[in-house]
Structure formats: C-alpha cells, structure tokens
C-alpha cells in the first residue's frame, strides 16, 4: 500500500533528499497511518518535509512510531497552545517521582509539533516562535513548582520569587535551539536570615539542574545566567535591592541592552513586572544615549573581528546577520524609547512596527527590515534542526545546503540555479541589513590640526606650547587653563580609570576646548568643566556621550561658561544631567496647570515618602533648570523669570503640605479644622530669584466655642505638619537642592511659636508688631483657599490698611540702620540691594506710599512692587518723573539682581565694582541685555540711576 504514497510523492522536489527517512518512517507505521496517508497526500508531503529537515525528529518518530499517528490523524499539527495549556499538561505529573523524564518526553513531543507546524508554514513564523517561547516558559514553571515540593521549601508570606527572562527568551523569539538566558530574583521587604537566602539558591540551582543535567536525559533548555548583574563572578540568585544597586552602580549600557528584552516567565509575575517597571529609568534614559551606541560599538567590533575570520557566512554574527539587525533595531530603543513609551517593547517584530509608526524608520525599510528578520531566522532554524545544534553556518556539504534552500523555497529543478537564486536573496537581505547598520554608527574621528593632545597630556616639554594654544583660543588666563587640564590628568591616573575611558575623555578634549572658547566665559568654563569632571569621576559612557552628541556637549558647555548656578546645580547633581536637552527644548514659560500637570506626572505611583521627596525634588529642579536656561538663552524676562519661580515653589509647597498632613495622621488623631499657609517676601509678591528663601508663616482656627484641649491639641498638631514640612522642603537629597525655609517673620520672630492661631495673630499686629512687620503684610499671600484664607485676608487689608499712621519717620530710620550696617559701599563698590539708590530703597518707598495711600486709594494695594509702582503713578500720588525713575530703577536692578544669581551665583546685596558691572553686562547671557546700553555706558548709566533713585528718595523721605 505504501507504494502509492511513493510513487505521489516520487515527483515532489524533495523527495531525493528525504526518500530514505521517509521509507524508514513508514516501515514502523500501521496500515491506519498508511492509509491516511495515501488518502491525503498534502500530509504525505508535510511528513516528507519533516524527513528532510531533521535528522533528529525522524529518529523520535522511529523510536516512537505513535507519535505520527499523534501528528497527523489526531491532528495534533493543527493546533495552537498557549502556555496555561502547556502548563495544564505539565501539572498532571509535576509531583511525580520520574518528573526529569516526563517533562523530556513532554518537550520532545512539542518539538515535534512545533517544527511540524514551521516547516510547513502552517502558521506565521512570529506566532510559532511565540509558542515556542510559552513552551520553555511552562517548563520553567513547572521546575520551579517541582523544585518547591522536592526541597519542602515555603517561601516566607511577605517574600517573592520570580525568574526574568532575557534574549530570545524574554522576547518571545526563542530558537528550537537557543539557550534560554535567565535571571533569578527573590524580593524582600527586609534582608532575608541567611537561611532564606541559601534556601533560594539551592532552589535555582535545582531549577537549572532539572531543565538541563544530562543524567536525566537530553537537556530540556540550556540555561545561560551570565546575564545576571555581576555575570559568572555573581551568586546565581539575587535580591532586587542588590541588582537596583549594581546597576545603579555598574549599570553600563551593555546592561541596558539586554534588559530591552528582559520579561518575567516564572514565579510571582505580577511582582516581576513591577520591578522590571522600577527599574525604567535606568533602561530607558531620557537622553539620546549613543552612550550605550558606543559600548555595544566595541562589543560588536569583536563580534566582527570573530566572525571576520571564519570563512562560512555566519547567519547570526556575521556582515547584515541577526545579530546586527537586532542591534539595530535596540540602538534606536536605546535611544528613543526614553521619550516615546509606545517602543518600549520586547518583541523585535513589534518594535519594528513602533520605529515605523514613530517615523523613525521608513515604512519601505521596516518591511524589509521584518522581512529580512524572518528570513535569517527561517534559515538559522534551518541549519540548526538540520544538524540538531545551535550553529549559526550553513553547511559545507552540498546536498545538506540543498535541502535547505529547498525548504526555503527555492524549487527550480536546477540544483545550481535554486543555489544561485538563494544566495543573490541571501545577499541582498545582508546588504540591506548591514547598510542600515553601519548608517546607524557611522562616525568619524575629527582631529584638531592646531594642537595635538600629547603636548598637553602626554609631553610635559610642551607646556609652554599647550598655555600658547590656550591663549589663542582665548583664554583670558591660559595658565590657569592649562592646570585645570592638568588636574583632569591626574583624574585619568587613577588606578580603576579604564583605558576606554581615557581614550574617549582624549579624543573628544580637544574639540571641548574649543567650543568652551566659544562660550561667554570660557576660563569660567574650564573651571566649572574641571569641578564636573573631579565630582563625577572616569565615567566612560558620560564621554561617549559627550562624543556622539555634538549639540547635548555644546548645550553642557554653554552653561558652564555662562551660569556658575546652573553649572553648580549639574555639579552637585549629575542626576539633572539627562533633563538637559528637555531643559532646552521645552518651552519657556509653562501654564500653573501645565505645571500642575507635570508635577502629578513626576509624583504619581510614589508611596513611599522618600519616593515622593525626590520624585518632588526632581520636579522642582528640572523645572528650575528649565527656567534658568530659557533665561540665559534670553527667551525670559526677569518678570517671567520671577513668575516661574514662583509657581513652581508654591506648587512645591501645596504638595508637601498634603503629605505632611499625611505623615502626622499615621501618628496623631487627625484634626478638620482650617490651616493655611502665608507666604511673604519675594515668593508673597511673585518676584522670586533663583535663591530665594521661602518666608513661610502658618495659621490655624477653631470656633470661638472651642474647649482648651481642643486649642491645645490644634497647636500641637499644627506645628507638627509644619514641622514635617519644612523637613520635606528642606532636607538634602541627590537629585538636587530643595529650598531654604525662613520662619522669622511670624509674630515674635524666632522666639514665637512656629504656628500661630488666627485670634494670636490679629492679637499680636493689634498690641505688639514692629513697625517694620506692617511692611512684610504688604507682601503676604495665602496660598491655600478655604474660609481661613479669606478671614485672613480680610483681617490683613484691615490691618495694613484700615488706619492712619504716619509711617514715614519709623520706614526712613529703618532704611538707614540697614544702609549703615549692611551696605559697605567703599570707593567704586556699590551694594545692588541695600546701597544708595538700591532696590532697597525702592521697595521701602513703595512700601511707605502703600502704608500712608492704600486705606484710600484701594487701587495701590498690589503685592508686586512693579504693580503698585504702576498704580502710584496712575493715581497721581507721585509724580510721573519721580515714579518713572522708581520704575527704570527697579526694572534695571532686578535685572542685574538675577544675572548676579544665574550668571555667578551670588545674591543681590554683594558689593559690585564697575569692572564687576562691565564684566557681568559682557557675559550677560546667550543673548544680549535687555537695555539699550552698551558696555562702556553701563557703569555711568548705573550710577546715574542710582543718583537719580536717591534723590527722589530724599525727596520724599526727608
């Protein structure tokens, strides 16, 4: 009977090179199964594909001739598992003595199923490689649950365990002949007993034991765990604090990479996808990361070199293979998923889709890019069940290759032209791939023709020559220059700076120095450049960075030549690093809600209170670093400036009152009675600097029933939310500076209560306030809105301005204790703020007019001196002149007052020189001062204005 079969199939293009397996095969079968098949040929010819393929299947279907019956007549080749069927299957004998060997067969059978189902392309090669994946993942499960019942080991309540799976594995695309790269986790809330721990590695160890010792038989997976943080010098399991710290650490971006693909396969799921969540920051940076383009650059180079010297095509290592086609695709991750979440994925083919739907990728090259991926993972498969190893070569013998190109579709009856037609396909995939890879990283080496590096790194005999180099590019103090190069030698002198990071810091030095020559000040520069380096230490992927990302260097450059508080903020807190191209791109002035909306952004998921600090922390200074660029690059104003700042504090101040109040009710009965908080000074008036203090005063109320246990305990609770905080505002943290908090001005100053009821505070202004506390009123702001708020305000108009006082004798004596005791003006020095004519002056005349004008001319009760100096004019109460001078004066200093903090980081009330004012209105910026004014007219100008702000203060005052 099995003539007919033979004689159907005898014309079929592969039956030369699979006759004699399939006569073999059919030797074993029962007159059923040969009856089938003469009736179907079609299956006839899939059993013939799979005779020629693989060597291995036809000795499976030898030795175990039920298995066609199995495939073919019970359809097993038609179906579809997933991993909850593969796992129902496996559970039937996990707790079986003989489990090693029931899981071998088990596997060996779904291999069979599988290959059955590619070979004949029954399904798409994404949805086999998919299930193929759920097949290595049931197993692992099943391991791990064996492995649990043969230890008698519980895992405590409060601990998780999981396995990650990384490469092919991790990303849904495992080979029939890949390893499967884990990670073994456990999570913790507190360090395990040493017991716990030991008690988790016997566990991965038996898992890997179970899945690959050879004395139960074939291996079911390969297990590769060099991909666990720390690699073969590791402990095989590992806690997730630990790897959040060595990747912290030593995360590189050869780590990054692999974790592209890294999914959770076994144990507790959920708690894997919630740490590999946690750990999105560190994947994914929100910069351009040729960083990482450039470690895995040197990786490939070797990858090259090894494959380079075999004389085979090498479908994964070689020119356009696999592994360049990945390495494609995960560079491009790397380096936009940060900003785009949607190509996040770990799914080579999805990501493709992504980079096409982004734009990033053509959608004429993600279609061959795709095509290509399923061609070279066709073929590798292939060669691989051919031989039944995982080799990446097609093989020397001629008939072994022709039965590959035949499978792969090439059927012309001429043996020498289906090979041709084959290998211009083959080609013409490879090229494209490595095209499009080596567009990707192409770079090239610029060398400075003026200066060679070795005089100025390498050759202390040519000192003399690197200080004249300095100075021609413009220097202003070359020697000093050179040091500061020769201080950022000695950090390259360490014993663990790795060559590669010397190398990098080499190679891009001299392009660093003259683009920092191009900056406002390049010898401040320099030193800011050097300060960054000694802080950071060697780090090799920071330079590779800097050296693949001309416009982020230039943007770092320009700040360090410009901003001694921009540039101090990066020194002291790398971290703001990577919001620096955002800084620049996002734009100048954002809306309270656009600000509100990033804020929930940054806190949102955060439950812990340290978690919420920081994530608050890097809110508040990437938004300052945001405002202090758009400044520098002259897109603000210094009212806008004021403006942002101080939207950005008060929303930093709402929130942390909401998590103080938080924090104090897990410990103290919570208490519904209103409290609000007053801001005064600069951040009341909305004119903040870039250092400004935050002048806070806290009030409460209660009904005027209210028993004294109730006042008391009120008290307490109140001053323990503010307590809490001004220790969230305040306390210091890595991510950056939070701000300074200046209680002084409540009722009694620092010898008063920290919060105060609203019956003491209208007790206090009413008996014993100073007359200089009537002018901080002037400026004060309640900036949470409740019935208290608008009681408070009402109570502060009355007292500002509900009486006639004569407030000018107390305001001109104050003005000139302070310029007595603080200005120290001498020869050409004059103090911005406290000086003659200073803004001082300015505010304390506004203040005066205020005081005596406001109860009747309502009009004038503005916060922002500007604003009230707007309204004196309009209502006549000075003369326009006089006003005109006051308003010139204030716009003028409060310029220079937040050039003084951006540009050198100093405050308002320093002593200036005229070469001090010469340098600052030079190096004002990106772009030019807002004044029409040039450099040798802006000392007398100055000065004039100062003049002329003084004698309208005399004027007035006198």
Not at 180 to 189: F, N
Not at 300 to 317: G, P, T, V, Y
Not at 588 to 612: C, G, H, M, Q, Y
């Amino acid at each position: 009977m099995s003539e007919d079969i033979y004689k159907t199939l005898s014309h079929h293009i592969l039956w030369p090179y699979g006759e004699i397996a399939f006569k073999r095969l059919l030797e074993k079968q029962t007159p059923e199964v040969i009856d089938f098949f003469n009736a179907h040929p079609e299956q006839a010819k899939q059993l013939l594909k799979i005779c020629v393929s693989s060597p291995y299947l036809v000795n499976l279907l030898v030795k175990e001739p039920d298995l066609v019956n199995w495939l073919f007549l019970k359809e097993a080749i038609l179906q579809k598992k997933t991993k909850d069927d593969f796992l129902k299957e496996l559970r039937c004998f996990i707790s079986q003595e003989d489990f090693p060997k029931s899981l071998r067969d088990f596997k060996a059978r779904e291999y069979l199923r599988l290959w059955a189902r590619d070979v004949n392309r029954l399904c798409p090669l994404e949805e086999n490689l998919a299930e193929l994946s759920d097949l290595a993942e049931a197993c692992l499960q099943a391991c791990y649950e064996h492995a649990l019942i043969i230890l008698s080991f519980k895992i405590p309540p409060s601990t998780k365990f999981f396995i990650l799976g990384l490469g092919k594995l991790g990303a849904r695309e495992l080979n029939f002949y890949s390893d499967i790269d884990l990670i073994y986790v456990y999570d913790a809330p507190f360090q395990p007993p040493p017991e716990v721990h030991r008690s988790f590695i016997k566990l991965a160890e038996t898992i890997t034991k179970l899945l690959q010792d050879l004395s139960y038989g074939e291996e079911v997976f390969k297990v590769d765990l060099n991909l666990r943080p720390g690699g073969k010098e590791s402990e095989i399991v590992q806690s997730t604090t630990a790897i959040e710290i060595f990747y912290e650490t030593f995360g590189r971006a050869s780590e990054r990479l692999a974790l592209l693909r890294a999914r959770p396969v076994a144990g507790d799921i959920k708690r894997g996808e919630a740490f590999l969540y946690s750990l999105t920051p560190f994947i994914y940076r929100r910069y351009l990361d040729y960083s990482g383009i450039e470690e895995i650059r040197l990786l490939k180079k070797a990858l090259d070199l090894k494959s380079s010297s075999q004389e085979r095509f090498n479908i994964k290592l070689g020119k356009g293979g696999i592994r360049e086609l990945e390495f494609f695709v995960h560079a491009l991750q790397l380096i936009y998923a940060g900003k785009i979440p949607n190509l996040r994925q770990y799914n080579t083919f999805k990501t493709i889709s992504v980079l096409k739907e982004q734009g990033i990728v053509s959608p004429e090259d993600a279609q061959r890019l795709a095509r290509a991926y399923r061609y070279l993972r066709r073929l590798e498969h292939h060669c691989q069940m051919l031989t039944h190893s995982q080799t990446h070569t097609l093989p020397l013998d001629k008939n072994s290759l022709l039965k590959i190109v035949r499978l792969m579709g090439y059927v012309h009856k001429d043996e020498g032209e289906a090979l041709n037609m084959f290998y211009f396909q083959l080609g013409k995939m490879t090229s494209f791939v490595h095209h499009l890879f080596k567009t990707l990283l192409h770079t090239e080496e610029t060398e400075t023709k003026e200066f060679s590096l070795k005089g100025l790194f390498t050759d202390p005999k040519l000192k003399e020559e690197g200080i004249a180099y300095l100075e021609k590019l413009g220097f202003k103090r070359p020697k000093v220059a050179y040091e500061c190069i020769s201080n950022l030698k000695g950090i390259f002198k360490t014993p663990y700076i790795s060559e590669r990071a010397h190398n990098l810091f080499i190679s891009i030095l001299p392009e660093m120095l003259i683009e920092i020559s191009q900056t406002i000040n390049p010898d401040l520069g320099l030193l800011h450049l050097e300060e960054f380096i000694s802080r950071i230490g060697p780090r090799a992927g920071l330079y590779a960075l800097l050296k693949e990302n001309p416009h982020l260097r230039k943007l770092l450059l320009q700040i360090f030549g410009a901003s001694k508080f921009l540039s101090t903020l990066f020194i002291k807190h790398f971290q703001l690093f990577d919001n620096l191209i955002e800084a620049s791109e996002s734009i100048p002035v954002k809306t309270e809600s656009k600000l509100k909306e990033a804020l929930n952004v940054a806190i949102r998921d955060k439950t812990d209170l340290e978690e919420k600090i920081e994530a608050l922390r890097r809110f508040k200074n990437e938004e300052v670093l945001r405002i202090g660029f758009h400044d520098l690059a002259g897109r603000l104003s210094y009212l806008r400036v004021s403006q942002q700042l101080s939207l950005v504090a008060e929303l930093c101040l709402k929130q942390a009152l909401f998590w103080a109040k938080e924090e104090v009710n897990r410990t103290f009965s919570s208490l519904n009675l209103p409290f609000i908080i007053v801001v005064l000074g600069k951040l009341g008036s909305q004119e903040m600097a870039y250092e400004s203090d935050l002048d806070l005063l806290f009030i409460y109320d209660y009904p005027q029933d209210a028993e004294l246990s109730l006042k008391q305990n009120a008290h307490v609770y109140f001053v323990k939310v503010a307590q809490r905080l001004i220790s969230i505002l305040t306390l210091p943290h890595t991510v950056g500076p939070g701000y300074k908090v200046d209680t002084r001005l409540r009722p009694s100053g620092r010898f008063g209560p920290l919060v105060v009821s609203l019956e003491s505070f209208k007790s206090y202004y009413q008996n014993q306030a100073q007359p200089w506390e009537f002018q901080t009123l002037l400026k004060a702001r309640a900036i949470i809105e409740n019935d208290l708020s608008e009681k408070w305000e009402i109570l502060r108009q009355d007292l500002v301005y509900g009486k006639e006082v004569d407030w000018k004798e107390e305001i001109r004596n104050m003005r000139e204790r302070i310029l007595k005791e603080r200005a120290g003006e001498e020869n050409d020095k004059f103090n911005l703020k406290v000086g003659k004519g200073g803004l001082i002056e300015i505010e304390f005349l506004t203040q005066y007019l205020q005081l005596t004008y406001g109860r009747e001319y309502s009009m004038i009760r503005h916060r922002h001196t500007l604003e009230a100096l707007k309204a004196i004019r309009s209502g006549g109460l000075l003369k326009e002149k006089e006003a005109n001078v006051l308003i010139e004066g204030y716009n003028f200093l409060k310029a220079l007052e937040h050039r003084l903090n951006l540009l050198y980081g100093r405050p308002s009330d320093t002593l200036l020189s005229s070469n001090d004012l010469r340098e600052l209105w030079q190096h004002w910026g990106l772009g030019k001062p807002p004044f029409k004014i040039s450099v040798t007219e802006v000392v007398s100008y100055t000065q004039g204005l100062r003049q002329k702000v003084r004698d309208v203060w005399e004027k007035i005052m006198d």
